[in-house]
């Protein structure tokens, strides 16, 4: 049985950073499609981050490369989420999901495995 569980959301004031972790099992990040996807109140849910289980290249969704960062931890079947400069607009809950398919995507729909998701809060 997959089972992804998120950690790490936090309130966070403007500017600030969380790091953010995916704890899985049942399933071996390094072998899955894995992605971060975030859903902010009254959005639909969109894509952070998805990660190619070949090379480990990343892509990032519109305006968040260069402040996230996704990385993955083989050792600890884990996979993270560096968020800096956090804005009030990063307010959401983030969730993780990994799926058998190869080619990396940002498209929510696809992926058949989420997590609870994490509360991300950010004040000014």
């Known amino acids: 049985e997959v089972q992804l569980e998120e950690s790490g959301g936090d309130w966070v004031q403007v500017g600030g950073s969380l790091r953010l972790s995916c704890a899985a099992s049942?399933?071996?990040?390094?072998?899955?499609?894995i992605a971060w996807f975030r859903q902010r109140p009254g959005k639909e849910r969109e894509g952070v981050s998805c990660m190619n289980i070949f090379d480990g290249r990343v892509y990032y969704g519109d305006s968040l490369k260069g402040r996230f960062t996704m990385s993955r931890d083989n050792a600890k079947n884990t996979i993270h989420l560096q968020m800096n400069n956090l804005q009030p607009e990063d307010t959401a809950i983030y969730y993780c999901?990994?799926?058998?398919?190869?080619?990396?995507?940002?498209?929510?729909?696809?992926?058949?495995?989420w997590g609870p998701g994490t509360q991300v809060t950010v004040s000014s």
């Open positions: 999901a990994v799926d058998t398919f190869t080619t990396p995507t940002l498209r929510p729909s696809l992926y058949d495995y």
């Open positions: 049942g399933v071996t990040v390094d072998d899955y499609s």
